[in-house]
């Protein structure tokens, strides 16, 4: 009897030891609870029961048109990544934070007869978006504005949104063209207004690259040095966008200074010009001091030797360069007179120390060079510190035809090294300019 009573007292106290053992498990267990903020932003998994020390991970899935922020515990963040992998230590209640996505609407319109279509009428960031524009019988698509602005001159344009757009596609009738042609690194944007019809095309370079002038093609005219050109359209036209490589400027006052069309002095004006004498030149011409009086020497020598030289032109400030140059575009078109003349900025004559010698029957054509000034120029101009620039069959190099009038002053020692080089005058400065 006394066996069978401690044999039931031993059994209610492994029976309490377990209960308290169990509230000790409830007591220490956590509960991971979840809630989604706001609840119709996503769903939640990994919410339970676990026991202390384990590794748990939780994970957020946004609905459509949210996107997942944050874990926060308390009002403290304590990830940023949808799935959260952390240890349980205790009853903790995790809110996952979301946020509705940036949705953007996208409108196509048409200006002009056409018809315009978008991929989608409401898109979240970063989505791509499509619109496509098709042009009625007898017109064409020209390009996509949008406030006025042009966009694209791609009939299909596709784009990742980062806003709201609202495009308008200009459809013009397909008569409505301008003959472009582009010279160097650069291209034309070309946008127009309808009834009255009126074009507006903006040159815009490349990179390293710099707009100089619009041609009419029919007439050879330089018609605009701006960059925009705007006219009302009157039937087909021929134009031509010139672009070329970014100008170096140069600094006039160097004897040694890269006069070429790839450089230029501005408006550089030397302040020790002289005028020559009445005996070889009209009496207006000037030069600088030391060319003058390089000048000086060279006339007397030839002289010695029986020629009498004389002086047409000397120097030439930057807006008689620019008269002198439109002029000769006018007679014979832009492309020609960009042959034998300079723009101004880039004429050696600006320099104030660079001579055309004339005054023969020949005029200013390579005839001259068989008259006895050409010869003895030719053969001995170096020796007083003249540089004949724009030799015979040079013109790929310098950019000049064949001009054996002009000499340009760049001191003895300099002319001398120039002759022997066999360079074109361009190509020695260019060379020596380095060499500093
Ligand atoms: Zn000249």
């Known amino acids: 009897m006394a066996k069978r009573r401690r044999k039931r007292r031993g059994f209610r106290l492994f029976f309490l030891l377990m209960l308290l053992a169990g509230l000790l498990a409830i007591k220490w267990a956590g509960t991971v609870s979840l809630v989604a903020d706001p609840g119709a932003g996503g769903t939640l998994t990994g919410a339970g029961w676990y026991f202390p020390g384990a590794k748990i991970t939780v994970a957020a899935r946004p609905q ?40 953007y609407a996208m409108e196509a319109l048409a200006r002009g007869r056409g018809s315009v279509a978008v991929s989608a009428q409401q898109v979240v960031r970063g989505e791509v978006v499509v619109f496509t524009a098709q042009p009625e019988p007898g017109y064409r698509f020209a390009y996509w504005e949008e406030d006025g602005e042009f966009v694209s001159a791609e009939a299909v344009y596709s784009f990742a949104a980062q806003a709201p757009r609202n495009l308008r596609a200009v459809f013009v009738p397909e008569e409505y063209r301008v003959d472009l042609e582009v010279e160097g690194d650069g291209e034309v944007v070309e946008t127009w207004s309808l009834e009255p019809a009126r074009v507006t095309l903006k040159a815009v370079p490349r990179e390293g690259y710099e707009f100089f002038g619009w041609v009419d093609m029919d007439t050879e005219q330089e018609i605009e040095t701006e960059a925009v050109l705007s006219f009302a359209w009157k039937g087909g036209r021929r134009l031509m966008a010139r672009f070329r490589p970014q100008l170096v400027h140069v600094d006039g ?22 005028y020559l004498p009445a005996d070889y030149s009209s009496g207006k011409a000037r030069l600088r001091r030391e060319a003058a009086e390089a000048l000086d020497k060279m006339y007397r020598a030839a002289l010695a030797d029986g020629v009498k030289l004389y002086v047409v032109s000397a120097y030439r400030d930057y807006q008689k360069q ?3 140059f439109y002029r000769y575009a006018k007679e014979d078109g832009i492309f020609e007179a960009e042959r034998y003349s300079a723009r101004p900025g880039q004429s050696e004559h600006q320099l104030g120390t660079t001579v055309d010698f004339g005054g023969t029957s020949t005029g200013l054509t390579e005839a001259f060079f068989h008259t006895p000034q050409g010869q003895w120029l030719y053969n001995n101009a170096h020796k007083f510190g003249f540089a004949l620039s724009y030799p015979k069959g040079s013109e790929e190099i310098t950019g000049y035809i064949f001009e054996p009038w002009h000499y340009r002053y760049i001191g003895v020692e300099l002319a001398r090294e120039w002759k022997e080089s066999g360079l074109t005058l361009v190509e020695f400065l260019i060379k020596k300019n380095q060499a500093f």
């Open 64 to 103: 459509a048109g949210w996107e997942f922020v944050g874990w926060t515990v308390r009002g403290e963040t304590v990830s940023e990544t949808p799935e959260y992998t952390f240890t349980v230590a205790g009853k903790i209640e995790l809110k996952a934070q979301f946020r509705p996505l940036d949705l």
């Open 322 to 324: 620019t008269n002198l």
């Open 253 to 274: 006052d160097s004897l040694m200074a890269v006069a070429s069309k790839q450089t230029t002095i501005g408006q550089y004006a030397p302040d020790d010009l002289v």
